[in-house]
């Protein structure tokens, strides 16, 4: 009866996850499109450079709430499901980005592009693969009891102190040209938002059985630390998506994400303790392989920033050759004055 239950419940697990794979890798469309007619419409500053002008945009929010339905589909899915079988069916939300990428927003990726994706989903799923398995939860003052050891409390000072170096010193100089700075910051804090997520959706399904978690403090500690992760992983996926390919985005913070969610995960419950030699062999094989993924697609000439010259012509408006032959016409037409 226990494993029917068991099955029953990584089924339902699964079924969220792919839900949510499709949701977010729509969103991920929606809120670029949104960012696009934004940059269009105004001259006010972009959301990379910190203006909020794409909050009047209805296809930016709905992106927002398609990315609300995904995660709170993938918020459930942890509650039935581990992380090692939850996490990599985000993957999935790559290929639905760059379908939709490809018949909405006109974005292309080079060979190297999509060699360098390949090899970010062949790493991550070589890591997943391997990664512990999540242990059995008990209760939510026993989750607490697991966050407090003082391993997983030095990855959460690391993961704020990381976070906040880089929005602080490094976003304003590189945030702009370098995708792995804003991707990082909704990693880090992606991290902790799935752990605190775990633990809501424990206590969530507790109470639904029968036995109520939410008389404790610690589920309402949990519940403001997943609002305050969400929120920066929102602002900083914003910056993201605004500044470079949604193709680029998508893989490279699935890859961030994922495994910065398995070392968290990994850390919290010390189930690494119990890892084999060829685990650990695989699993550093496979942080390789992302490695090099993230190199290619980082790397990759065509891979940054939807113009929004572009995507002008794609919405029927004039080419960008027409615009490059009038600014050659505007910049010619003094020297003619002059030679005349």
Known sequence: MASSRETSDASIGVSLAIISAFAIGTSFIAKKKGLLNAAMACEKTRASAG???YAREPTWWLGVALMAIGEGCNFAA???????????LGALSMIVTAALAHAVLNERLTTHGWVGCALCVAGSAEIVAHAPEDAPM?????????????????????????????????APTRGNVNVLVPIMICSLAGSLSVVSCKTMGVAVKMTFEGNNQLVFVETWVCAVCVVVCVLTQLNY????LDRFNTAVVTPVYYV?????????????????????????????AGFVTIVCGVYVLTTAKDGYGTDVVK???????????AVD????????????????
């Open 78 to 88: 942890y509650a039935y499901a581990s992380a090692t079988i939850v996490t990599p």
């Open 237 to 240: 996926l914003n910056k993201a």
């Open 325 to 340: 032959d009038e600014e050659l016409a505007n910049v010619a037409s003094p020297a003619r004055e002059r030679d005349a």
């Open 256 to 284: 961030c994400f994922t495994t910065l969610t398995l070392t968290a995960s990994s850390v919290m419950y010390e189930d690494y303790r119990h890892q084999t030699t060829r685990d650990i062999i695989a699993s550093f």
């Open 51 to 53: 203006g909020f002008a």
């Open 138 to 170: 008990v209760s939510v003052k026993a989750l607490a009891a697991m966050a407090m050891k003082p391993l997983f409390a030095l990855y959460v000072v690391i993961a704020v102190g990381s976070a906040i170096w880089l929005a602080i010193d490094v």
């Open 311 to 321: 995507f002008k012509r794609s919405a029927g408006a004039r080419t960008e050759r």
